[in-house]
């Protein structure tokens, strides 16, 4: 799963035209131009933001013609599942351990 480090991914959509990116790929696969015409950025700009999110394995490219058509990664979204889900685990354990200890009596 070197592919699809933590660091990478999280970093990747640390930016917020990168979020609005994935956002629209999970909506359905779209090439640089259809991304272009709803993002408030240049082409140039989201393709540089598609590379970040390809690199971090986040997206897939395939060919079409003349254009590029980008489809989010079923495989990274997994790995970004499992460890929300392992936070939201810790998160709950945290919270049961604080609410199930007795009561401390003030002096």
Do not use: C
């Amino acid at each position: 799963m070197d592919t699809y480090r933590s660091t990478n991914v999280w970093d990747a959509l640390g930016d917020p035209t990168r979020r609005a990116i994935v956002e629209r790929l999970a909506e359905r696969p779209r090439a640089v131009g259809e991304l272009a015409a709803e993002l408030p950025v240049s082409r140039p700009a989201v393709s540089q933001h598609l590379k970040v999110l390809k690199n971090a394995g986040l997206v897939a490219e395939q060919p079409a013609g003349t254009r590029r058509i980008y489809r989010l990664n079923p495989a990274a979204l997994s790995v970004l599942r499992d460890q929300l889900d392992a936070f939201w685990a810790r998160a709950l354990t945290g919270y049961t351990d604080v609410v199930e200890q007795p009561e401390q009596e003030t002096p």
